[in-house]
């Protein structure tokens, strides 16, 4: 399996269930809430609840985790993931496809860290930021393979 990192979200946002890190915390948040109004998230590997370093309910809600998923990976050797030997980590990234009038198609353009909240990317290098504007783009979820160094795409 790989583990990815999807994006940046408040703890109070994350849906329930999932897995998250905090620093270097993995922990996983459940459904329910203690009696004080924090929220019932547990800390892989030692069962704790998690803080993340706060005292107050209202802060520990507030805290920016970075939410994470596992993705079956069929090239991964079961064995050495069972003796530690394997990890893989991807980060989500957004893929940026430019409309090209010539092919009448979108083609791959570039791609940014994180998940792109816009509908257009924005150009960082002078003298493409009027083009790119009046393009017509289309993003898409991928992740990139710290690993292997390639980007893969989720249809």
């Known amino acids: 399996m790989k583990l990815i990192k999807k994006r940046k979200i408040k703890l109070k946002e994350l849906p329930k269930g999932r897995l998250f890190k905090y620093g270097n915390t993995i922990g996983v948040k ?4 203690s009696e004080s109004g924090a929220i019932e998230a547990f800390i892989i590997g030692s069962g704790e609840m998690f803080w993340g370093g706060t005292s107050k309910a209202s802060k520990q809600r507030e805290l920016e985790v970075i939410e994470l998923e596992l993705m079956d990976d069929p090239d991964i050797n079961w064995d050495e993931v069972a003796r530690g030997r394997e990890e893989r980590v991807l980060e989500q990234i957004t893929c940026w496809y ?3 009038k010539h092919t009448q198609s979108y083609k791959f ?3 940014d860290y994180g998940w792109g909240l816009g509908m257009k990317p924005t150009a960082i290098i ?3 930021q009027e083009e790119w504007k009046s393009s017509k783009w ?3 979820e991928c992740y990139f393979d710290e690993e292997e160094k ?4 989720v249809d």
Not at 150 to 153: E, L, T
Request: aromatic letters at 16%.
């Open 98 to 100: 430019r409309f090209d």
């Open 109 to 111: 353009n570039h791609w």
């Open 30 to 33: 459940s459904e329910y809430r």
């Open 126 to 128: 002078e003298g493409v």
């Open 138 to 140: 289309l993003k898409g």
């Open 150 to 153: 390639k980007v893969i795409q």
